[in-house]
């Protein structure tokens, strides 16, 4: 894990899609994984991107900690980016995203001269694969007008569209960056379904994710898989959890695979609860 190569061709050219695009935006949305806000913020936008106002979205907030999404919120602020949390999926958060647009749009008409208040206000969104950009431009337009899905990489090519306020949207598809040199961004982006499972030791990645929530969210494994206790050893409470669930093989042999894939398959859909995998205070910290 300490070395992951993921630079596929087609995040070669979103990248010199950005770079080509850049001079003509007024605003960069950035949509990044409430569950994960650093790990899913890909350090090459900041570069491509430069001095452009900056709006995030922490999406899937409703599968992250509430407690965490206010904090991280608070936390973009004091370095002057405006945050908001909303799930795009139900729609939670669409409103006030708009309001903040406005104003937004409102400041930018005041620093601009008379030709430019004339021209649309231009937004590009950005972010890693996986984080819903497809769900919430099909929210924000109003009509299912980009391609999603629950794999990483769905969305390709370049897309403008129209807004009903009048601004303008540019689609960009997911960017991940060449290397991950932090072995911790790799499995939060793995945990979190950025990085297709196949490349990856499914059972290493889900005794993983077991070490970090038997740390910061022993209750919620307890409850969803109805332990006693989580052990001190990881591995040990992995077993624990195949063993309520049946997951054993020929030999009495603990079925990892299937065990690692079903907890990770529940945490993302959000039947743990909520879990918010970087914590704002530790990151600050």
Not at 220 to 249: C, N
């Amino acid at each position: 894990m300490e070395n992951i190569n993921w630079y596929p061709g087609h995040m070669k050219k979103t990248k010199e899609l950005i770079q080509n695009n850049m001079k003509m935006i007024d605003l960069v949305i950035e949509v990044v994984d409430a569950r994960i806000p650093v790990s899913s913020r890909n350090p090459m936008i900041d570069k491509l991107t430069g001095s452009k106002p900056r709006l995030i979205v922490l999406n899937k907030s409703d599968l992250s900690d509430d407690r965490q999404n206010r904090k991280w919120i608070e936390s973009f602020e004091k370095g002057d980016v405006r945050a908001l949390a909303m799930n795009s999926m139900s729609g939670a958060g669409v409103k006030q995203l708009f309001k903040l647009l406005g104003a937004m749009k409102a400041e930018r008409q005041e620093t601009q001269n008379a030709l430019k208040k004339k021209k649309p206000m231009r937004m590009m969104i950005v972010g890693v694969p996986n984080v819903g950009k497809s769900s919430l431009i099909n929210r924000m337009t109003g009509k299912k007008s980009t391609q999603t899905g629950d794999r990483p990489g769905v969305t390709k090519g370049k897309q403008w569209l129209t807004l009903k306020n009048g601004m303008q949207l540019l689609d960009t598809p997911g960017i991940l960056w060449p290397k991950f040199e932090d072995r911790k961004t790799g499995l939060n982006l793995a945990f979190c379904g950025s990085i297709r499972d196949e490349i990856l030791d499914i059972a290493t990645l889900g005794l993983e994710f077991i070490r970090y929530m038997q740390t910061v969210y022993p209750a919620l494994l307890m409850s969803r898989y109805k332990l006693d206790s989580v052990s001190e050893d990881p591995l040990q409470t992995m077993e624990d959890i195949a063993l309520k669930r049946g997951f054993i093989m020929p030999g009495k042999r603990i079925d990892y695979d299937r065990c690692a894939r079903t907890v990770l398959d529940e945490f993302r859909a959000g039947k743990i609860g909520r879990i918010t995998l970087e914590q704002a205070e530790q990151e600050q910290g």
